[in-house]
Each structure stands twice: as structure tokens, then as C-alpha cells.
């Protein structure tokens, strides 16, 4: 099993950064990749940013690209999503997820078996 504590939301101005973390604890030596998604009031949970373990591959949805940095620090098995130039749209809870295994896309919910509590970041206009 694998536990994910994320962290770092918060009220931010428009053009404003916040950074969130995600600790792992668990088996964290099988995660083949790590996710954060969003969820807005009212919408379905939508896929921000994923990074592999392994080979460190990124992806990012369209929305975010140019604004959000996914990394991960394999000394402490954290994952980081730094976001900047922040927009009231971005406004959402924020979940990290995590994947043992290579099967399906990286931007289905539904292949994170492993999920975080959330972690809100607001956006004021």
C-alpha cells in the first residue's frame, strides 16, 4: 500500500505561486508514477501534471504548460508541483495520485489506485 500526504495549498493573488508537495510513505520503492490532478466545485476531476519515477518523464494538460513544474526529489521520494502566474481558474483542491504499475494513460483518474487527501488552492481575481 502507499500513502500520500500532500501539501502546500493555500489563498493566493492572481499572477501570484504556491508550491505543492507530496510525500509518499508505504511501498514507495514500486511507484511507477505520480499525478496531480484538480477538482473545481461543481466539475469532474481533471489531470494537471504527471512525472515517472524511473525516467523522470513529465506531462502536463494544456492549461498549465509554461505555468506549472512537476519534479520529483528522489532523495526524499517528494513530488512537487511548483505552479506560478496563477489564475482564478486554477482554483480548485488539489489531489496527488500514484500508480505501481505502467497500464492505461497517465491522465485517467482511474488509474491511480493510490490517492491524497486534497489540498485547496484558491485564487483571487
Known amino acids: 500500500q502507499v500513502q500520500l500526504v500532500e501539501s502546500g495549498g493555500g489563498l493566493v493573488q492572481a499572477g501570484g505561486s504556491l508550491r505543492l508537495a507530496c510525500v509518499p510513505s508505504?511501498?514507495?520503492?514500486?511507484?511507477?508514477?505520480m499525478a496531480w490532478f484538480r477538482q473545481a466545485p461543481g466539475k469532474e476531476r481533471e489531470f494537471v501534471s504527471a512525472?515517472?519515477?524511473?525516467?523522470?518523464?513529465?506531462q502536463y494538460t494544456d492549461a498549465v504548460k509554461g505555468r506549472f513544474t512537476i519534479s520529483k526529489d528522489n532523495v526524499k521520494d517528494t513530488v512537487y508541483l511548483q505552479m506560478t502566474s496563477l489564475k482564478p481558474e486554477d482554483t480548485a483542491v488539489y489531489y496527488c495520485?500514484?500508480?505501481?504499475?505502467?497500464?492505461?494513460?497517465?491522465?485517467?483518474?482511474?488509474?491511480?489506485?493510490?490517492w491524497g487527501q486534497g489540498t485547496q488552492v484558491t485564487v483571487s481575481s
Open positions: 495520485a500514484a500508480n505501481l504499475l505502467n497500464v492505461g494513460n497517465y491522465y485517467s483518474p482511474r488509474n491511480y489506485p493510490y
Open positions: 508505504g511501498r514507495t520503492v514500486r511507484i511507477y508514477r
Open positions: 512525472v515517472t519515477s524511473n525516467e523522470g518523464a513529465t
